[in-house]
Every structure is written in C-alpha cells, then in structure tokens.
Antibody
C-alpha cells in the first residue's frame, strides 16, 4: 500500500534553515509528481510546491518562492523540502502528497501524516 | 493572485443533502481548473474525495459527488452521515499554481 512518511520537523529560529524529508513506499516513486502542502495551527490548507516525476519541473506558491526548494532522489524514493530564511508564519504541519504521472495533473491522491515545523525564537 | 472562496460553515441534518461550493475571484470555475475536493477530520491528515471536477477515488463514499454549478465547483453530499462531519477544502489550478479554498466546516446535526 502507498505510504508517505515525513520527517525533519522541529523548532527552529527565524532566519534559519530546515530540510524536510518524505520517504515513499508502495508505489513506483519515480513515476509520480510529488507535492508539499502545509497547514498552520488552526488554519486551512496551503499548497506549497510540486515537483515533476524526474525533478525537471517545479512550481512554488508565492509565499515561499525564492526561500523554499523542492527536490527528490528517485534512487532513495525520497522527497525533500529545503526551507531557508524561515519566518514565524512558516509555522505549520507540512504534508507530502503524491501527485499524478504528469506535473500537469493538478492534485494529489495519497497524503502523509505530516511533520510539524515551528519557527520561534 | 487569485482567491478561492468557500462557505465558512454549513449544517446538514442526518440523512439530508447539502451542497458545498468553490468559487474563484478570477471568474467562473471551469473544468480547466480541475477542481479537487478534500475532507479533513480533527487531528487527521486530509483525504482526497473528488478529482478533476467529478471523479471519485476507490475510497470515496458514493454519497459524495462533484460537479460544476453556476460558475462554481460543487461538492454534494446526499444522505449525510454523522461521520461526514468534517472540514472540506477545494483546490483549483491556475496555470501550474494550485490554490486551496479557505475550507467549509460541515456540521451534521
């Protein structure tokens, strides 16, 4: 069965960096686009970024463009989110989610359980 | 940047029918926005219910259906069950950028 397990969250000071990981199993990871979605405490969902199956195409939300970077290692079945210049408003649960076989497929079907990032001094 | 709008809250009686809507500040929602619908219960990760306007996953209960209605995307729940009480989010595509609506808190009462 499809499994997505996020890790790497924690407490970090404003302006610092953090890298999240998402370990995938139960499907051919290298055949699917992958997304990150976040949810601030008590708030709604916010789409963050997507990467194509081979890493050649990426899109970012305006709120993170230039600060966050998505990448993947298909040999390790792992998705990453490098977060730089973190701000308190980046505090959220971060979910990875499986997209479609093409980055043009808009949404996602399977979700992980999330990893919590807290940006605070 | 576009804004995706949803009703903040709705209430439905057990066994009743309710329609949740999803609008776009840029104009009518069409099939080219590829609307998605998600359900999220407290303390849980979201679950995808509907994709590309009206398609269901294998785990989507038959009582949920998606459509386009009056220039908006719509999620209709027919025969509401107590376990359907949750937050519901829509997602639209804008040329590669995806945007969620603010969510609708659905109460079954």
């Amino acid at each position: 069965q499809v499994q997505l397990v996020e890790s790497g969250g924690g407490v970090v000071q404003p302006g610092r960096s953090l890298r999240l990981s998402c370990a995938a199993s139960g499907f051919t990871f290298s055949s699917y686009a992958m997304h990150w979605v976040r949810q601030a405490p008590g708030k709604g969902l916010e789409w963050v970024t997507v990467i194509s199956y081979d890493g050649s195409n990426k899109y970012y939300a305006d709120s993170v463009n230039g600060r966050f970077s998505i990448s993947r290692d298909n040999s390790k079945n792992t998705l990453y989110l490098q977060m730089n210049s973190l701000r308190p408003e980046d505090t959220a649960m971060y979910y990875c989610a499986r997209g479609g076989p093409s980055i043009a497929v808009v949404g996602f079907d399977y979700w992980g359980q999330g990893t919590l990032v807290t940006v605070s001094s | 940047q576009a804004v995706v709008t949803q009703e903040p809250s709705l209430t439905v009686s057990p066994g009743g029918t309710v329609t949740l809507t999803c609008g776009s500040s840029t104009g009518a929602v069409t099939s080219r926005h590829y609307p998605y619908w998600f359900q999220q219960k407290p303390g849980q990760a979201p679950r995808t219910l509907i994709y590309d306007t009206n398609n269901k996953h294998s785990w989507t209960p038959a009582r949920f259906s998606g459509s386009l209605l009056g220039g908006q995307a719509a999620l209709t729940l027919s025969g509401a069950q107590p376990e359907d009480e949750a937050e519901y989010y829509c997602l639209l595509s804008y040329s590669g950028i995806r945007l969620f609506g603010g969510g609708t808190k659905l109460t079954v009462l």
